[in-house]
């Protein structure tokens, strides 16, 4: 599966694209409304981060993506169905420059259908029988995912509490986002390392990388919606602004604003006037205060981090391609 070719751009290409046509094909052998559903909320793929990632932590530690290639699949199913609910919560329309799946076949449809995907993450970790991995591992990468996804569950509802409260507080802001986004990333290293056969050491590595990379890459979402456009990114930029979210610019904006700064940013997040306009008055205050900058220099320190972590790995093609991972998950638009 993995190219010859040293660039690792192309050998991450390649696997991409074979986790792309297995997720083209896995919701298509029916025309029943879920699958239906499934397939248009699967294809065509985003950025498959948490698949390639999957794959990569296992060549890490010296297995063949071949047999963890039904657990890539598999993440990338759970990560769309963390998509779909979050849509829903936050009442997005969009979702990879189309409408999302609960504006198409609406609410309680798209509830399902994010179920229907959880579950086909676990499937896709069983698949993993099949291709020769025994079952004590597949066993212990399932608890690993698991305890991810409950990990995320805590951090969307942490988010929540935030937000209502309007706690400015950053270290329960970085407690959230290693919840909510870097679990996902852990669960796709962390399981990708035990089917292969990873010692605790070399899975302990890669777990830490994933939580840097992880807060790293959720910072960089955060700073996004508040410097590029709807077009650019496929989801409607002023998300954050109309459902009030406490995100690193804001909060850095309210810590280094004085009394005015901080009355205005709470009436905009807060207050009933128009969306545009709290948008406006969030970009301008985040501008005056240096909190774009300041995050983008936080989110750098997480990725460089995850490459440190690594470190701890023996050296490889696959580590050496993860440690590109730090820099793709900030040098990006969407």
């Given at each position: 599966m993995q190219s010859a070719d040293p660039r690792p751009e192309l050998v991450l290409a390649g696997l991409a694209e074979a986790?792309?046509?297995?997720?083209?094909?896995?919701?298509?052998?029916?025309?029943?409304?879920?699958?239906?559903?499934?397939?248009?909320?699967?294809?065509?793929?985003?950025?498959?981060?948490?698949?390639?990632?999957?794959?990569?932590s296992a060549c890490a530690v010296g297995g063949s993506a071949e047999m963890v290639l039904p657990a890539a699949v598999g993440a990338e199913c759970g990560h769309v169905a963390s998509?779909?609910?979050?849509?829903?919560?936050?009442?997005?329309?969009?979702?990879?420059?189309?409408?999302?799946?609960?504006?198409?076949?609406?609410?309680?449809?798209?509830?399902?259908?994010?179920?229907?995907?959880?579950?086909?993450?676990?499937?896709?970790?069983?698949?993993?029988?099949?291709?020769?991995?025994?079952?004590?591992?597949?066993?212990?990468?399932?608890?690993?995912?698991?305890?991810?996804?409950l990990d995320l569950c805590r951090g969307q509802s942490m988010e929540e509490e935030l937000c209502r409260g309007l706690r400015f507080d950053l270290d329960s802001y970085l407690t959230m986002i290693r919840l909510k986004t870097a679990a996902f990333f852990q669960g796709a290293c962390e399981s990708g390392a035990i089917l292969a056969g990873g010692t605790p050491e070399e899975v302990e590595a890669l777990s830490r990388y994933a939580l840097a990379l992880g807060t790293a890459f959720q910072i960089q979402d955060?700073?996004?919606?508040?410097?590029?456009?709807?077009?650019?990114?496929?989801?409607?930029?002023?998300?954050?602004?109309?459902?009030?979210?406490l995100t690193l610019p804001v909060i850095l904006a309210y810590r280094n604003g004085g009394h005015p700064e901080r009355r205005?940013?709470?009436?905009?997040?807060?207050?009933?006037?128009e969306l545009g306009h709290r948008h406006e008055l969030i970009l301008d205050l985040l501008d005056r205060t240096g909190a774009l900058a300041a995050a983008s220099k936080m989110a750098w320190h997480y990725a460089e981090a995850s490459g440190t972590a690594l470190l701890r790995l023996p050296p490889s093609p696959s580590r050496d391609r993860l440690a590109l991972f730090g820099q793709l998950a900030i040098d990006r638009d969407r």
């Amino acid at each position: 599966m993995q190219s010859a070719d040293p660039r690792p751009e192309l050998v991450l290409a390649g696997l991409a694209e074979a986790a792309e046509e297995k997720l083209r094909t896995r919701w298509s052998r029916t025309s029943s409304l879920l699958s239906t559903m499934c397939h248009y909320a699967l294809v065509p793929s985003g950025k498959l981060f948490r698949p390639i990632l999957l794959l990569e932590s296992a060549c890490a530690v010296g297995g063949s993506a071949e047999m963890v290639l039904p657990a890539a699949v598999g993440a990338e199913c759970g990560h769309v169905a963390s998509l779909i609910h979050d849509d829903i919560i936050d009442g997005d329309e969009l979702r990879r420059g189309r409408r999302s799946v609960h504006s198409r076949f609406g609410a309680g449809n798209a509830i399902v259908a994010g179920d229907a995907l959880i579950f086909d993450l676990f499937a896709g970790l069983a698949e993993c029988r099949w291709t020769g991995v025994p079952d004590s591992r597949v066993a212990a990468a399932l608890e690993a995912v698991a305890r991810c996804g409950l990990d995320l569950c805590r951090g969307q509802s942490m988010e929540e509490e935030l937000c209502r409260g309007l706690r400015f507080d950053l270290d329960s802001y970085l407690t959230m986002i290693r919840l909510k986004t870097a679990a996902f990333f852990q669960g796709a290293c962390e399981s990708g390392a035990i089917l292969a056969g990873g010692t605790p050491e070399e899975v302990e590595a890669l777990s830490r990388y994933a939580l840097a990379l992880g807060t790293a890459f959720q910072i960089q979402d955060d700073i996004l919606g508040y410097t590029n456009t709807t077009e650019e990114m496929g989801k409607d930029n002023t998300s954050d602004s109309r459902n009030g979210r406490l995100t690193l610019p804001v909060i850095l904006a309210y810590r280094n604003g004085g009394h005015p700064e901080r009355r205005l940013l709470r009436q905009a997040l807060t207050g009933e006037e128009e969306l545009g306009h709290r948008h406006e008055l969030i970009l301008d205050l985040l501008d005056r205060t240096g909190a774009l900058a300041a995050a983008s220099k936080m989110a750098w320190h997480y990725a460089e981090a995850s490459g440190t972590a690594l470190l701890r790995l023996p050296p490889s093609p696959s580590r050496d391609r993860l440690a590109l991972f730090g820099q793709l998950a900030i040098d990006r638009d969407r």
